[in-house]
């Protein structure tokens, strides 16, 4: 049974960075984070493949980071100059492709129990 655990959310203000980490018990397919405001459906905000290529949505290119640490079994994402409509819970999840990694949520098996990220104007 694969594990996921998502950590770092929390409250920051517009413009600031927060960093969430996710310990997977198996990282060896695609991974991805996604989010899901109140009220709206659940988004995909960007996935990394095996090689480590990274994809974003557009909301979030320049502003948010992928990676992972494969030696950690580690998914991390980056968000830098947040903005209140960041203000979601923040999923981590792992699918069952390597490469060509897409942010739709029936290619992924595997999810966390979410972390909640809360950005004030």
């Known amino acids: 049974q694969v594990h996921l655990a998502e950590s770092g959310g929390g409250p920051v203000q517009a413009g600031g960075s927060l960093r969430l980490s996710c310990v997977a018990s198996?990282?060896?397919?695609?991974m991805a984070w996604f989010r899901q405001a109140p009220g709206r459906e659940r988004e995909g905000v960007a996935t990394?493949?095996?090689?480590?290529?990274?994809n974003y949505a557009n909301f979030v290119k320049g502003r948010f980071t992928i990676s992972k640490d494969n030696a950690k079994n580690t998914l991390y994402l980056q968000m830098t100059s947040l903005k209140p409509e960041d203000t979601a819970t923040y999923y981590c999840a792992l699918g069952r492709a390597w490469r060509l990694c897409r942010r739709q949520i029936p290619e992924y098996d595997y999810w966390g129990q979410g972390t909640q990220v809360t950005v004030s104007s």
């Open positions: 990394i493949d095996v090689d480590g290529v990274p």
């Open positions: 198996d990282s060896s397919y695609c």
